[in-house]
């Protein structure tokens, strides 16, 4: 049997499959984190399961910037909400 390999949601802390969790990234030299929308961007990254809560959590910059270790502005965390939303709502019309 082929194991598959499980990421913990930042949030929520529920361990899913890789596949079916959201990467985020770490722009070290710019300070903020973006979407991974292929999930193969380098950074260090973190995963969130994709729920509405845990999408919203991202607007919590702190957190962010505790976990990733950077120092993120709350704009960019509010795009990167917008992002998800965006590609969560095209994956499911597709
Ligand atoms: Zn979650």
Known sequence: MKKTPLRTCI????????R???????DKENQTV???KTGKANGRGAYICGSDKCIEALGNV???NNILNVNVKKE??????ED???????????
């Open 84 to 94: 998800i939303k965006k590609y969560l709502k095209e994956e499911v019309l597709n």
């Open 11 to 18: 949030v929520c802390r529920e361990k899913k499959e890789k």
């Open 62 to 64: 702190k957190m962010i």
């Open 20 to 26: 079916k969790l959201i990467r985020i990234v770490r």
């Open 76 to 81: 960019d965390m509010e795009n990167v909400k």
């Open 34 to 36: 973006f979407f991974d």
